[in-house]
């Protein structure tokens, strides 16, 4: 079972000895201790014995603010900080947390006069996460909370969607995109070298289990929940990715806690030509297939005119521009050809520019301010608008429904490449995200009136029993397919208990009706809207 471990994880007195030299080989391998993202330097080196690592603990003490005592007499160690006392006695195999005895697989060892201890014992002791990249030799240590959360799909290398299972959010579903790390793609675009092997790993590492997620500073402006991941044995699994060649360090402020640490796994991944890193592919093969899918695309889309490079940054204008095209082709040939501004003074167009602006899809301002480059978070807004998503219910987020841009910075400013992916996913998504609001919109009427109808039933019960399936329909955000399928088995069940009903209630036999007919119809919209929400996801 996995521990979630405190920090004041690695323990170890060094005596006031001068620090040990190492020879070449040794320093080849050396173990590196990493303690929420920052490499840990000891005065002397880590240790591997019978398979267990152990280290010299003053130097973390006094970064934890840990109190130590050393006695010579017995060569006993006691450690504390906070409510956590440790005891422990050089060569035994036995220590004491609280006062309650534990057994330990290594003995702490004294060596060269310097007093080194079990790390992983330690670690769990105290309450910290502790991974080990054993190709690495290097040790992950971090004491930032965790949140449990169930893995339901993985959507590629680097992206999954899962729910949380326990605390005040248990059952929220999110998306999830590991922090600092980017896997070749799959999805968005053409199928870039080492990607579909990165999302096999991935599927195989995570789908169906229970991991362990901490976060950095932000979450993303489309509503992703940034994350670092640890598996239940305590293994950090965006440094796992790059550490095997399955991903790149992708460093973005303000989340860059592990930074160093991922820096150092992708330099010693190329040395030794791991998974995307092999020397076969060069970097060229990889980024021209990409370069002209943008350009097809982009052109096919309406982003990209003339001569164009996929880094370029896109103004709020294009980015406008492109969304109308995509969502009416029909008005490709005018957009293209002039500015808002002229468009505004041309007769044809008006009609299309009042429909655009009663509908939210561009504002009267951004006409007037439109040649500024667009950041991820007024294209969120944007697309947010088109999608008539701003109307539903508060924390619905683009990433609800497949939709959100590479960039974990709000103000980051979207390129021609951000802009193509966006208004492809949207161009997907539109229709069946309209379908997908449609009816939910019929199914809230059916529940209106059913609510109103179970007013009118002398069997109280059963009133009750139909109201609160009206207000279970009613207070759930509906952005989730498995809600949308428990909405449904519930909608099952009442109309079954409703059909019982009217074989013998010969009192309430009209209402009773009126009320089946009503979550009937309400049931066939979910089913519809389930569909559409489903097709949305699957297009993204």
Avoid: C
Avoid at 212 to 228: C, F, H, W
Avoid at 275 to 281: A, F, I, L, P, R
Avoid at 351 to 375: Q, R
């Amino acid at each position: 079972m996995f521990k979630k471990l405190m920090i004041s994880s690695i323990v170890a007195i060094s005596s006031l000895s001068a620090p040990l030299q190492m020879s070449a080989a040794a320093m080849e391998n050396e173990i590196s201790v990493y303690l929420d993202g920052e490499k840990l330097q000891f005065d002397v080196y880590p240790r591997m014995i019978n398979g267990s690592t152990l280290v010299p603990m003053r130097t973390i003490f006094e970064k934890l603010g840990a109190s130590i005592a050393w006695d010579n007499s017995n060569l006993s160690i006691k450690a504390k900080k906070g409510d956590q006392s440790i005891y422990l006695v050089i060569g035994k195999k036995e220590a004491t947390i609280n006062g309650v005895s534990l057994k330990l697989s290594q003995a702490p060892v004294m060596i060269d006069n310097v007093t080194y201890v079990p790390l992983r014992f330690i670690s769990e002791s105290m309450g910290t996460t502790v991974g080990w990249l054993s190709k690495n030799k290097t040790v992950t240590i971090s004491s930032i909370p965790l949140e449990k959360v169930k893995v339901t799909r993985v959507k590629d290398g680097d992206t999954f969607i899962g729910r949380y299972t326990d605390g005040t959010i248990a059952g929220k579903q999110a998306v999830f995109r590991l922090i600092g790390v980017d896997t070749p793609e799959t999805l968005n675009g053409p199928v870039q070298f080492y990607g579909p092997e990165a999302s096999k790993y991935t599927k195989e590492q995570l789908t169906g289990k229970t991991v362990y997620i901490s976060r950095d500073q932000t979450d993303d402006p489309y509503g992703r929940v940034l994350a670092y991941v640890y598996l239940e044995d305590g293994i950090f699994f965006n440094a796992a990715l790059v550490s095997n060649g399955f991903a790149r360090s992708m460093a973005i402020e303000p989340n860059t806690r592990w930074e160093e640490l991922f820096g150092q796994l992708e330099s010693r991944a190329k040395e030794e030509n791991k998974g995307m890193w092999v020397q076969k592919d060069s970097p060229k093969s990889i980024i021209d297939p990409f370069k002209n899918y943008v350009e097809n695309k982009g052109k096919e889309l309406g982003i990209v005119q003339g001569e164009f490079h996929p880094e370029q940054l896109i103004t709020k204008e294009q980015l406008l521009k492109s969304l109308l095209i995509v969502l009416f082709p029909e008005t490709k040939a005018v957009l293209l050809a002039k500015s808002f501004y002229d468009l505004s003074q041309d007769e044809q167009f008006k009609e299309i520019l009042k429909y655009a602006i009663n509908a939210g899809l561009v504002l009267k301002d951004e006409i007037v301010h439109s040649n500024e480059p667009v950041t991820s978070a007024e294209a969120a807004s944007i697309l947010k608008r088109a999608l008539s998503l701003d109307s539903m219910e508060q924390g619905t987020t683009l990433s609800d429904f497949g939709i959100y841009s590479l960039h974990t910075n709000a103000n980051e400013k979207l390129t021609y490449t951000d802009a193509m992916l966006l208004m492809e996913k949207t161009n997907n998504a539109y229709l069946p995200i309209k379908d997908y609001i449609y009816h939910l919109k019929e199914a809230a009427k059916e529940t209106e009136l059913i609510d109103q109808l179970s007013l009118t039933l002398s069997d109280r019960a059963m009133a009750e029993k139909i109201s609160s399936f009206a207000n279970q329909m009613s207070l759930s955000s509906l952005t989730d397919a498995d809600e949308l399928t428990i909405l449904k088995s519930g909608a099952a069940d009442i109309l079954k208990a409703v059909t019982k009903d009217i074989k013998t209630n010969w009192k309430d036999i009209l209402n009773l009706t009126q009320i089946k007919k009503a979550i009937g119809n309400a049931n066939d919209s979910l089913d519809k809207a389930d569909r559409a929400l489903r097709e949305a996801l699957d297009v993204n």
